[in-house]
């Protein structure tokens, strides 16, 4: 969503660009640090099945965006010209 924003209100100069990275990137050095790796896994005794659901779900989708993306481009029509 953030970088769809971004595109959307561009062209930025390198100062902006490096304002809108800022976040992202301590959002991820706070990912990857491990403090919280423990506090995030699951209890023992929580059966794995609704997990299971929600990838293969997720790997559904993901292949449903990729065969609808390719018949977008296998319809559109390339002769028009926007300009």
């Known amino acids: 969503?953030?970088?769809?924003?971004?595109?959307?209100?561009?062209?930025?100069?390198?100062?902006?660009?490096?304002?809108?990275?800022?976040?992202?990137?301590?959002?991820q050095q706070l990912d990857c640090s491990g403090r919280l790796l423990y506090e995030r896994q699951p209890p023992e005794g929580l059966p794995?099945?609704?997990?299971?659901?929600?990838v293969y779900g997720l790997a559904a989708l993901q292949v449903w965006v990729v065969v609808a993306l390719v018949h977008l481009f296998t319809v559109q029509d390339s002769s028009r010209s926007t300009c």
């Open 1 to 27: 969503m953030n970088s769809l924003a971004f595109l959307w209100t561009g062209p930025h100069s390198w100062s902006v660009a490096t304002l809108f990275m800022v976040p992202l990137v301590l959002a």
């Open 48 to 54: 794995r099945w609704p997990f299971d659901v929600l």
